[in-house]
């Protein structure tokens, strides 16, 4: 790790070169998500999360250029090892970390910890609009080194929903273009399977194994002709 953070942009010639770089005086960089800021014209907006536990919150141009830090603070106890984006609200998001925990943050104000994982949180992912009983809401879930995803509802700090694996969760993939009850995830052992959380005591699918543990998951919403799709890296 280079203890650095880099922001690219994007050239006429359909390239990315480098726009800015600073050092980060916090740890090494773990997790990075752009977030909603709270005016339409304001600086973009970084959250960055190291190593040591501390979030970082920075502010960049347009272009790319004049990274600025504006706060920064400690989050968590270990490693900050995931970041999701709340999309519904101004410069909201989840963490995970190795210290077991999930939390939900309003820039530096913490909003809610969540607790229920035995072992370090490897990955989040957060999806808008989810109906939970007979209400729209904002959802998370977060997979763990203890074989579980825990779906949290931001009205309470006990899982909603619990979802296990045969070992440790390592990716995440909620897509709410595919549909806002679906949830995929990947482990330890290469497999990868499809969760209705609706029914979340079993799979709805499992791929075909992959050879070594599922790193990432990405999934692009379903049109017309060619239904959804899904790519794994392992």
């Known amino acids: 790790w280079g203890g650095t953070l880099k922001v690219f942009k994007s050239s006429t010639d359909r390239a990315f070169v480098e ?20 005016k339409s014209n304001a600086p973009e907006t970084i959250v960055a999360a190291s190593d040591s536990g501390d979030i970082s919150i920075w502010n960049c141009e347009e272009n790319g250029r004049n990274l600025a830090c504006q706060k920064s603070f400690a989050a968590h106890e270990k490693v900050v090892s995931c970041l999701a984006a ?17 939390k939900f943050w309003n820039a530096d104000r913490l909003i809610r910890k969540f607790q229920g994982h035995q072992a370090p949180v490897g990955c989040i992912a957060s999806c808008d609009g989810v109906r939970l009983s007979s209400a729209s809401v904002t959802l998370c879930v977060s997979g763990g080194f203890d074989k579980c995803a825990y779906v949290w509802d931001l009205r309470a700090s006990e899982p909603a929903i619990s979802l296990s694996a045969d070992a440790n969760i390592n990716s995440l993939d909620w897509n709410s273009d595919i549909c806002e009850n679906i949830i995929t995830t990947g482990d330890g052992d290469g497999q990868t399977s499809v969760y209705d959380i609706r029914l979340p005591f079993q799979p709805l699918f499992k791929f075909q194994k992959s050879k070594g543990s599922i790193g990432c998951i990405a999934s692009l919403g379903r049109n017309a002709d060619s239904g959804a799709r899904y790519a794994i890296g392992s």
């Open 19 to 38: 726009a800015e770089e600073v050092e980060l005086t916090g740890g090494n960089c773990a997790s990075l998500i752009f977030v909603k800021a709270l």
């Open 86 to 102: 709340c999309k519904s609200q101004s410069m909201s998001f989840f963490s995970g970390s190795y210290d077991s925990s999930v």
